[in-house]
T-cell receptor, first 112, second 114 residues
Framework: AQRVTQPEKLLSVFKGAPVELKCNYS??????LFWYVQYSRQRLQLLLR??SRESIKGFTADLNKGETSFHLKKPFAQEEDSAMYYC??????????????FGSGTRLSIRP | DTGVSQDPRHKITKRGQNVTFRCDPI?????LYWYRQTLGQGPEFLTY????????KSRLLSDRFSAERPKGSFSTLEIQRTEQGDSAMYLC????????????FGPGTRLTVL
């Protein structure tokens, strides 16, 4: 079955502390993994994707195929990071890149 | 604003009524997607179009739901004989269809069925 699991509904950390949002997936084949973010009163937007291997707003995520994980990390949390974060996957390639399967989301709250 | 737009943003209806939502994708994006999001859950895929062709439909899309994209530009999602369980946020997204599948989301239409 194709599935994305985010075990934490809510994660609350202090400003300046490290952040790790967990994500595990189940997919037959080689998926493309994403993290989407939704800030308060804004639309869902792409934060980063594993094929880019880049850091966005200080966040990074490494695809671990052995553990089927794609955890999102940031070494020093900032108040503006407070938002809803969704881990997601889709098939790779033009023909299979259709629907995105989302996890249930983790609300990240940064305390001052 | 050149992003994905959706209309209306909010819709309140009585059980049994029909509703129709519209999505305008980003210009020249040939792929358009509909998702549904209920409280505490991530978006769930409903259906997707490549140009005017509807290529995939989720089992979530019952016979009461129909989507169209007649000219390969805007799309409509109609729900007939609404039920309280249809209350949700309906999200539209579009993508250019190139490798990578980045989807750009609209603000959503929040449906409340009384």
């Amino acid at each position: 079955a194709q599935r994305v699991t985010q075990p934490e509904k809510l994660l609350s950390v202090f400003k300046g502390a490290p952040v790790e949002l967990k994500c595990n997936y189940s997919y037959s084949g080689s998926p493309e993994l994403f993290w989407y973010v939704q800030y308060s009163r804004q639309r869902l937007q792409l934060l980063l994707r594993h094929i880019s291997r880049e850091s966005i707003k200080g966040f990074t995520a490494d695809l671990n195929k052995g553990e089927t994980s794609f955890h999102l990390k940031k070494p020093f949390a900032q108040e503006e990071d407070s938002a809803m974060y969704y881990c997601a996957l889709s098939g790779r390639g033009y023909s299979s890149a259709s629907k995105i399967i989302f996890g249930s989301g983790t609300r990240l709250s940064i305390r001052p | 604003d050149t992003g994905v737009s959706q209309d209306p943003r909010h819709k309140i209806t009585k059980r049994g009524q029909n509703v129709t939502f519209r999505c305008d994708p980003i210009s020249e994006h040939n792929r358009l997607y509909w998702y549904r999001q209920t409280l505490g859950q991530g978006p769930e895929f409903l259906t997707y179009f490549q140009n005017e062709a509807q290529l995939e439909k989720s089992r979530l899309l019952s016979d009461r739901f129909s989507a169209e994209r007649p000219k390969g530009s805007f799309s409509t999602l109609e729900i007939q004989r609404t039920e309280q369980g249809d209350s949700a946020m309906y999200l539209c997204a579009s993508s250019p269809g190139t490798l990578g599948n980045e989807q750009f989301f609209g603000p959503g239409t929040r449906l409340t069925v009384l």
